[in-house]
Each structure stands twice: as C-alpha cells, then as structure tokens.
C-alpha cells in the first residue's frame, strides 16, 4: 500500500463529503490518464495555459463525468495537484472503505490457497475485525508455509521463515 500525503487526503475527503458516489467518475479518468500519458503529461505541463487545460478537460469529460467530479478535477490542476491523482483515489477508497465497514487486507501464502481456504481466512478476520473484508491474495514460496497477514500497519506472521529465523536468534 502506498504512503498517502495529508494533501491528497484533504482533497479527497472534500471531494467524498461533496459526493460519495464519485468513485466510478475518478476510475474513469484514472483510465484516461494510465491509457495516455499525453494527457498527464499535459495536465502537469506549466507551460500549458490554465484554460488550454480546462478547454482539454470538458472535450474529454464533460459527457463523461458529474459536473461536481469534473469541477473537482479542474480544481486539482488549477492547484497543480493532478499529480497526486492516484493517491486522492486511494483515500477516497479509504472513506468509503470506513462508511461501509470494509476493512482491505493483504495476505501473503508460500502456495496458492483454494477458495475454501481463503474463504476460512476471510470469515475469521471478519469476526476478529468486525468488519467486511476485502483481500488481496499473494503467493510468495519464500515464506515456505504459513500465512502472512497485513492490516494497515500490523502484520501477523505466521511463517514457517519467521518461525525459523526466530528460533536461529536463539
């Protein structure tokens, strides 16, 4: 996960208290920007006038996107904060993540489990958190057995690796 600056979670808690249902329109231009670099590259182009920008801005999006997300993303390059994009998506995901009690973790395998497994795993953070969680699914042969759990900033290793390098600092 991504180290999120207090700007970008400043914008983007502005933008979810404005409209929580703006994720689809952010995906959209994210989409935009990944499928041309032109584009980014324009919009964090000083040398581009403001409204060039804005001009470029409502020809891409103005069918596209609610007038409140568009406005939104003038607003970031008027404050040359276009390039904190990705991160402003990640903490609007964040507040959304909050208001529906969904909690993102991170579990690392040393094989590929079967659904049944990532479903056990699943139910029991879900009672332990209390929350909805939604996972994201690594295999890393390196741990050799076991499972490695990230939640935020805490991890719980339970690695036959971390078991091992343990017991050799005995």
Do not use: C
């Amino acid at each position: 996960m991504t180290k999120i600056s207090t700007s970008a979670i400043t914008y983007a808690k502005s933008l979810f208290e404005a409209d929580h249902n703006a994720l689809s329109d952010l995906n959209t231009v994210l989409d935009v920007i990944n499928s041309s670099k032109d584009f980014e590259i324009t919009m964090l182009n000083p040398a581009i006038s403001l409204q060039t920008k804005y001009e470029i801005l409502d020809d891409i999006f103005k069918k596209e996107l609610s007038e409140k997300v568009l406005n939104f993303i003038k607003i970031l390059v008027e404050k040359n904060r276009f390039n904190e994009f990705n991160q402003i998506i990640q903490a609007y995901s964040d507040e959304l993540d909050k208001i529906n009690n969904i909690k993102r973790v991170e579990v690392v395998s040393a094989v590929e489990l079967s659904d049944e497994q990532k479903q056990k795993v699943t139910e029991k953070l879900e009672k332990r958190l209390q929350k909805t969680i939604k996972s994201e699914w690594i295999v890393d042969t390196d741990i050799i057995g076991g499972l490695i759990i990230k939640i935020d900033d805490d991890v719980i290793d339970t690695s036959l690796k971390n078991k091992l390098d343990k017991l050799s600092k005995i």
